[in-house]
């Protein structure tokens, strides 16, 4: 089946430095990837998302770009804010795949001051 | 801004009672999804409807919970029997057809 693996469960940074969060996944069909971000008691929402082979794709100072010849969509950003401090997803559709998203186990980012 | 509602926001019950949660996803989105997520904020997949219907479901979705999206009414998901395990956050998302998801607040259930 499908799956994604996000490898960080925390990164914690201080602000104004790097980031970036691993994605990578497994799927024998044409992949749809997200990056959703949930701020604390908060819903999820979309942050990116693509299925374009090496097309970058960035909104609120976040970029990524599927390489699906190594299976991969990292979340980056230049420089972290405090406001940054969230859960971040990673989540897959594939195509015939009755529209179920497979999600990673997330990472939690923490940016100190 | 996701338009998804779902109530109620919090949900208090005792091991062996129904528990009753609703959805009202974004006006035109065929697909609706129902979601646990757990204290380690990890996503655990229940059921997704097209329109009407059921798309895929897990086990434990079969067994102890029932989920419905009727025409012109709220999509519900209730558990027949609570147990401490059920605890978490149900999270209602819905969509077009493989595409990005949109989130309700969530109905946090406490099973005591």
């Known amino acids: 089946g499908d799956s994604v693996t996000q490898t960080e469960g925390l990164v914690t940074l201080t602000k104004g430095l790097p980031v970036m969060l691993n994605c990578t996944y497994q799927?024998?069909?044409?992949?749809?990837l997200f990056w959703y971000v949930q701020h604390l008691n908060e819903a999820p929402k979309l942050l990116l998302k693509?299925?374009?082979?090496?097309k970058r794709t960035e909104h609120q100072g976040f970029y990524a770009t599927l390489h699906k010849s190594s299976s991969s969509f990292h979340l980056q950003k230049s420089s972290v804010q405090l406001s940054d401090s969230a859960l971040y997803f990673c989540?897959?559709?594939?195509?015939?795949?009755?529209?179920?998203?497979?999600f990673g186990k997330g990472t939690s980012l923490v940016v100190h001051p | 801004n996701s338009k998804v509602i779902q109530t109620p926001r919090y949900l208090v019950k005792g091991q062996g009672q129904k528990a009753k949660m609703r959805c009202i996803p974004e006006?035109?989105?065929?697909?609706v999804f129902w979601y646990q997520q757990n204290k380690n904020n990890e996503f655990k997949f229940l059921i997704n409807?097209?329109?009407?219907?059921?798309?895929?479901q897990i086990d434990m979705t079969e067994k102890r919970f029932s989920a419905e999206c009727p025409s012109n009414s709220p999509c519900s998901l209730e558990i027949q029997s609570s147990e401490a395990g059920d605890s978490a956050l149900y999270l209602c998302?819905?969509?077009?057809?493989?595409?990005?998801?949109?989130f309700g607040p969530g109905t946090r259930l406490l099973v005591l």
């Open positions: 998302a819905s969509s077009w057809e493989q595409d990005t998801q949109y």
């Open positions: 989540a897959l559709i594939a195509s015939g795949g009755n529209y179920k998203p497979t």
């Open positions: 693509s299925s374009t082979d090496n």
């Open positions: 006006k035109g989105h065929p697909v």
């Open positions: 799927t024998t069909y044409s992949p749809f």
């Open positions: 409807f097209q329109n009407q219907e059921v798309l895929q």
